[in-house]
């Protein structure tokens, strides 16, 4: 599960990242980019990046409290029971997609 939102230049740094891994890996592993600035233009944004992930709208801010995120791009690790297994803050690149789902 990764936060993010449209103006943040970290975020869009990894999104391409994610767009290959979840190409990739998709049979194994599932991405949930939880947007917090849904008074923007995600549609647009989604669109225009060719980003095929689902992509949430946390409209009251209630997913990111509910994680305590202050910092973005955050991005969990969540097993299939629903633990979380890593945390991981800052923007990630595909190796270390990789390396943190392992």
């Known amino acids: 599960m990764n936060f993010w939102a449209t103006w943040c230049p970290p975020c869009k740094e990894e999104m391409p990242a994610m767009e290959r891994f979840y190409n990739e890996k998709s049979k194994d592993v599932e991405i949930l980019a939880v947007n917090l600035d849904p008074q923007n233009n995600v549609k647009s944004f989604v669109k225009g990046n060719n980003l095929t992930f ?38 990630m690149t595909y190796d270390q997609m990789q390396e943190l789902t392992k």
């Not at 801010?61 to 299939?80: A, C, L, R, V």
């Open 54 to 91: 689902p992509i949430l709208l946390d409209q009251e801010g209630s997913t990111q409290q509910t994680y305590s995120i202050i910092s973005i791009p955050t991005t969990f690790i969540i097993d299939e029971q629903g633990l979380i297994l890593k945390k991981h803050i800052g923007s």
